[in-house]
């Protein structure tokens, strides 16, 4: 009997095994075509993915099924994108944001919730409990849509960009009062064993502690241990390890895991890998979050859309609209421009994926009929698919109106140069006007309105737009240009750099880096000159603060050399390790003075 039993579980397994093959590859084909086409047309990736499941999703051709399993799988690529952010936030920024976060945060969430809740109660006749739900639920925004826009933007570390972090960040912790005010409105009967709403928040705050505690004693140690050996392997595995620990921890006490993945994030902002464990988790990020926006729509019922076609469309445009309206009166409260307010307005007005969860949530707390979770399901996914354009309007507007002024030339007006400067603040000054002394041909774009406008009362023609864009550089000229210098301020990320190295190779790329991290984090990159903002400066000022302390300028010249040569040696040693604190010895310290042979005095060599 064990023979027959035996064989039948493997040609069970082996058929799951081709389906689950096939199913990958029809799915992956969908969002190669999908996203390539959107992408040309400028609608973004999110809606290709978006479109390209409703097409193979049963609804339309049916080729994949099971569209709830996948997003439960492809799920926890929402938790490696805030597993990714929270790398780039130390404890430090997250205490410096706390008033957005339990400020902005809050008040969005309770009054966008209450006003829906309103409008589906008064307007689409729903009991106030089954209202209060469906409102609350779709107050929520999208974090697996939004954030990827802001990073692949930079607008991260903007003011709005930073405050709709905020907000998304508080949204993802409201799930678990949320779903406890579910399970206090429920029609059905009590589960005795799921624990209770103050239950959940003690494991909340007290699973944070833990975490916390564990980075800094154990995985922080951990990882340093593995970068001796150099394994990269190790690395991923490791990087894998905290993600899945942390969410699988959250998830064993009922909490959210894309909250665990992000403070297991934090825990880690302030370690030297962490560049490297970025690099390595983010090919897993971007696949499964792909998958989820394709698994979103193959859950696009169709069907539901064309029986009630007008019903749809009313509730996402009004939802749209309430949410826009007052995120964006929100923003200007917290103290942004009218531009940032409505950008963060226009970036939060759809709702998102965790009113999927919220929603099933109340459908078997018998508080939304089957139906209802069909039709607000149609909706939340329209309203997802709107984000895109309404990005691509608040663009257009703002690249009008400047932000506010008069309207602003974009670089399809500017005539062909060799060089396109990006930023024209005081670094991109002085770069742009020694290239100008000789008579080169340079194209200057910056985004900032006021600088243009002081730019032109200099006789300098600044033409406004995103230098790190691709269409805009390829409208600026940079096919034909032999070098781009960036020069701006903020944005210039590696992967970002990598894709205009990609598109122009033959133009010399040249970055201005923020600070020695920044530098570390652009090895690798095949760059014409990059160099420290500050650095230059702080050199002339330590050699000229030497000559005032009665040093000959023969000596300040020598320590001078001593110095760039062994910063130099450092920062090499760094980029190779990923460790901040590699090639301590070479820093000069106190006690430790220069021999006559120039070379740095240990007092204690090999250390």
């Known amino acids: 009997m064990a023979g027959p039993t035996s064989g039948g579980e493997e040609g069970g397994a082996h058929a799951l095994t081709g389906e689950l093959i096939?199913?990958?590859?029809?799915?992956?084909?969908a969002a190669l075509v999908f996203v390539t086409l959107f992408r040309r047309l400028g609608l973004g990736a999110t809606l290709g993915y978006i479109v390209g499941g409703a097409m193979i999703g049963p609804f339309v051709l049916g080729l994949v099924g099971n569209a709830e399993n996948i997003m439960s799988i492809s799920e926890f690529g929402i938790a490696l994108l805030l597993?990714?952010?929270?790398?780039?936030?130390?404890?430090?920024?997250?205490?410096?944001?706390?008033?957005?976060?339990?400020?902005?945060?809050?008040?969005?969430?309770?009054?966008?919730g209450l006003a829906l809740s309103a409008l589906a109660h008064f307007v689409l006749g729903f009991t106030w409990e089954a209202g209060l739900a469906i409102g609350m639920s779709l107050?929520?925004?999208?974090?697996?849509?939004?954030?990827?826009?802001?990073?692949?933007?930079?607008?991260?570390?903007?003011?709005?960009?930073?405050?709709?972090?905020?907000?998304?960040?508080?949204?993802?912790?409201?799930?678990?009062?949320?779903?406890?005010?579910?399970?206090?409105?429920?029609?059905?009967?009590?589960?005795?064993?799921?624990p209770g709403g103050m239950t959940l928040a003690l494991y909340t705050v007290a699973a944070i502690i833990g975490l916390i505690v564990a980075g800094r004693f154990v995985i922080n140690p951990f990882f340093r241990i593995i970068g001796r050996l150099g394994e990269r392997e190790l690395f991923v595995v490791a990087a894998l390890f905290t993600v899945v620990g942390a969410a699988a921890l959250m998830s064993w006490l009922g909490l959210s895991t894309a909250l665990g993945a992000f403070v297991a994030g934090v825990m880690l902002a302030e370690s030297p890998y962490r560049h490297e464990l970025?690099?390595?988790?983010?090919?897993?990020?971007?696949?499964?979050?792909?998958?989820?926006?394709?698994?979103?729509?193959?859950?696009?019922?169709?069907?539901?859309?064309?029986?009630?076609?007008?019903?749809?469309?009313?509730?996402?445009?009004?939802?749209?609209?309430?949410?826009?309206?007052?995120?964006?009166?929100?923003?200007?409260?917290?103290?942004?421009?009218?531009?940032?307010?409505?950008?963060?307005?226009?970036?939060?007005?759809?709702?998102?994926?965790?009113?999927?969860?919220?929603?099933?949530?109340?459908?078997?707390?018998r508080l939304v009929a089957p139906e209802g979770v069909s039709l607000f399901g149609a909706v939340i996914t329209v309203?997802?698919?709107?984000?895109?354009?309404?990005?691509?309007?608040?663009?257009?507007?703002?690249?009008?109106?400047?932000?506010?002024?008069?309207?602003?030339?974009?670089?399809?007006?500017?005539?062909?140069?060799?060089?396109?400067?990006?930023?024209?603040?005081?670094?991109?000054?002085?770069?742009?006007?020694?290239?100008?002394?000789?008579?080169?041909?340079v194209t200057l774009v910056d985004k900032n309105a006021e600088l243009i406008d002081l730019a032109e009362e200099f006789g300098f023609k600044v033409y406004y737009g995103d230098g790190m864009r691709l269409d805009l550089l390829r409208t600026a000229g940079a096919e034909t240009a032999r070098a781009i210098l960036f020069c701006n301020d903020e944005d210039v990320e590696k992967d970002r750099l990598e894709a205009v190295a990609e598109a122009f190779p033959q133009a010399a790329l040249m970055v201005r880096s923020y600070d020695r991290r920044h530098s570390m984090a652009l090895d690798g990159l095949d760059?014409?000159?990059?160099?420290?903002?500050?650095?230059?400066?702080?050199v002339l000022m330590g050699k000229a603060a030497l000559t005032e302390m009665g040093f000959s300028q023969d000596e300040a010249e020598?320590?001078?050399?001593?110095?760039?040569?062994?910063?130099?040696?450092?920062?090499?040693?760094?980029?190779?390790?990923?460790?901040?604190?590699?090639?301590?010895?070479?820093?000069?310290?106190?006690?430790?003075?220069?021999g006559d042979d120039g070379k740095l005095e240990t007092g204690q060599e090999g250390r």
């Open 22 to 29: 096939v199913d990958g590859a029809i799915m992956l084909g």
């Open 83 to 112: 597993f990714i952010v929270g790398l780039e936030l130390n404890p430090s920024r997250l205490w410096r944001l706390r008033h957005d976060i339990f400020g902005l945060g809050v008040v969005q969430v309770v009054s966008t």
């Open 139 to 194: 107050s929520l925004s999208s974090t697996a849509q939004v954030l990827p826009m802001l990073r692949s933007t930079g607008e991260l570390h903007k003011p709005h960009g930073e405050r709709a972090f905020s907000v998304l960040l508080l949204q993802d912790i409201s799930i678990v009062p949320l779903l406890t005010l579910i399970a206090v409105l429920s029609r059905a009967p009590a589960d005795p064993n799921a």
């Open 278 to 365: 970025e690099s390595d988790v983010e090919p897993f990020r971007s696949i499964l979050l792909g998958f989820f926006f394709l698994s979103v729509g193959m859950m696009l019922d169709l069907g539901v859309i064309a029986a009630r076609p007008w019903t749809v469309v009313l509730c996402a445009v009004g939802i749209v609209v309430v949410k826009g309206a007052m995120i964006t009166g929100l923003g200007r409260l917290f103290g942004l421009d009218m531009f940032g307010a409505l950008r963060l307005g226009l970036l939060l007005s759809q709702a998102g994926e965790f009113g999927f969860v919220l929603l099933t949530q109340a459908m078997q707390a």
């Open 383 to 441: 309203t997802m698919a709107s984000t895109p354009f309404l990005m691509m309007l608040i663009d257009r507007l703002e690249a009008r109106h400047g932000g506010g002024g008069g309207e602003r030339e974009g670089p399809e007006k500017a005539p062909d140069g060799a060089v396109i400067v990006v930023g024209y603040g005081r670094f991109g000054q002085t770069v742009s006007q020694m290239l100008m002394a000789k008579k080169i041909g």
């Open 527 to 538: 760059l014409a000159f990059c160099v420290r903002e500050l650095f230059e400066s702080a």
């Open 558 to 594: 020598r320590v001078e050399s001593e110095y760039r040569k062994l910063d130099t040696e450092r920062l090499e040693r760094q980029s190779e390790t990923g460790d901040l604190h590699a090639a301590k010895d070479r820093m000069f310290k106190e006690g430790q003075p220069m």
